[in-house]
Structures are given as C-alpha cells and as structure tokens.
C-alpha cells in the first residue's frame, strides 16, 4: 500500500524554464510534508517543507503547493537550472505520535540547456 | 555542525553473509532512522531509534536488526544475506524537541552501499 505516489518517474525540461514535479497522498492523517533532492552517490538534502495549515511555502526558485482536499502537493522549481537535475522524493508524515517519514518513489528531474 | 557519517561507504558480500552497517547521527540529535533505497522503489523505511529503544518499525523481515548506543550512535545488521539485500542504505537522523516531539526535517547520510553477489 503505497501512501505516497509520484506518478512520474522522470521529467524533461528546457533551462530557464518552469518544472512542476507532482506528489499524491492517501493517508489524510498526514500534516507534514518535504521535498528532498538526491544527486547519484550522495544522501538526500532537504529542500523544502510545509505544514498542512499552508497551501503554499516559498523559498527562492522553489515553491510548493499544498491542496488537502485532493491530497496533492506539488513542487515549482522556476527558473530551472542545470544543477537542478537530480532525483526528487516527496515524503509526508504525521507530527503527532512521531511517525516516520513516508517516501514517495522519487521523480527524475533532467534540465536541459 | 559535522553531518551524519556512515560507514563503510561501499561493500561487497556473497549470498548468506551477515553485514553490519554504521551511522553516527549529528550532534545532539537522538533519533535514528534507517532507509533503504533500490532502484524503482524509492526510499523504504526499515526502523527508527529514539534513546536507544526502536520507535519505529517498517515492513522488513527479522533478517533486518538495528541498535542505537547511548551515545546515539546506531548500527544496522543484514543476517543471511540475498541478491534482493543489494541496495543503498542510508541513515538519517532528526533533533526533537523537550516534548519528545520531532522538530523539522531528516537529515540524511551519503549511504552505504551494499552488493551482493
């Protein structure tokens, strides 16, 4: 039972312009969720969170939206960069009881110059 | 503040060996989370340490064992190993807070990784 789903296993796009990786959730107990950012031979970074009482976090070129009523969240990377390409996880937990992070399978993002 | 250090960056094994893998979590973090990464399958949780007793645990067969010291250092051990155990495992830890309540994100290690031949 996969709780967190990243429909797209890669994704294509031109520098300088917009990328939009997807993420879809079925647990609605979730009320935390992150981006992370994995280059090949290294750990994941942290790039971005937000709390289910947002619907939208902001830092820099990376944007992520929050829609609870249809358990989906997504990430705007804009302007996209070269250095940008690597693989995406989005992750949802619960901030009550502790609960691990759930992993989405993660979206190759490749951009383009 | 130095990261999360995993050791040994890179293994090898043949089927039926036992593997013992290491994370030293940054400092003063106290939980220790286990992932496993295959190809395909994202990030898989195996298990979580908090104070040296497992929180946490994921869908993985008892072949799978971890252990966090008092200094929150933590271990992971494969016993009787399989093609199939050949993947990345990275560990990552998290600060909590007085209330025992996890305060922000994971933060990962580069990862082991573990081949089996």
């Known amino acids: 039972d996969q709780q967190v789903k990243q429909n797209s296993p890669s994704l294509s796009v031109q520098e300088g312009r917009i990328s939009i990786l997807n993420c879809d959730y079925t647990?609605?107990?979730?009320?935390?969720f992150l981006w992370y950012k994995k280059y090949p031979a290294e750990g994941p970074t942290f790039l971005i969170s937000?709390?289910?009482?947002?619907d939208k976090n902001e830092d820099g070129r990376f944007t992520v939206f929050l829609n609870k009523s249809a358990k989906h969240l997504s990430l705007h990377i804009v302007p996209s960069q070269p250095g940008d390409s690597a693989v995406y996880f989005c992750?949802?937990?619960?901030?009550?009881?502790?609960?691990?992070?759930?992993f989405g399978k993660g979206t190759r993002l490749s951009v383009i110059a | 503040k130095a990261g999360v250090t995993q050791t040994p960056r890179y293994l090898i094994k043949t089927r039926g060996q036992q593997v013992t893998l290491s994370c030293s979590p940054i400092?003063?973090?106290?939980?220790v989370s286990w992932y496993q990464q295959t190809p395909g399958q994202g990030l898989q949780f195996l298990f979580e340490?908090?104070?040296?007793?497992?929180?946490n645990k994921g869908n993985f067969p008892g072949r799978f064992s971890g252990r966090q010291f008092s200094n929150s250092r933590s271990e992971m051990n494969v016993s009787t190993l399989e093609l199939g155990d050949s993947a990345l495992y990275l560990c990552?830890?998290?600060?909590?807070?007085?209330?025992?309540?996890?305060?922000?994100?994971?933060?990962f290690g580069e990862g082991s990784r573990l081949t089996v031949l």
């Open positions: 647990n609605s107990m979730f009320d935390y």
């Open positions: 937000i709390s289910s009482i947002k």
């Open positions: 340490y908090f104070s040296e007793t497992q929180r």
């Open positions: 990552a830890s998290r600060g909590f807070g007085t209330s025992g309540r996890y305060t922000g994100e994971l933060f």
């Open positions: 400092s003063g973090h106290r939980s």
């Open positions: 992750a949802a937990s619960r901030t009550s009881g502790n609960t691990p992070l759930v």
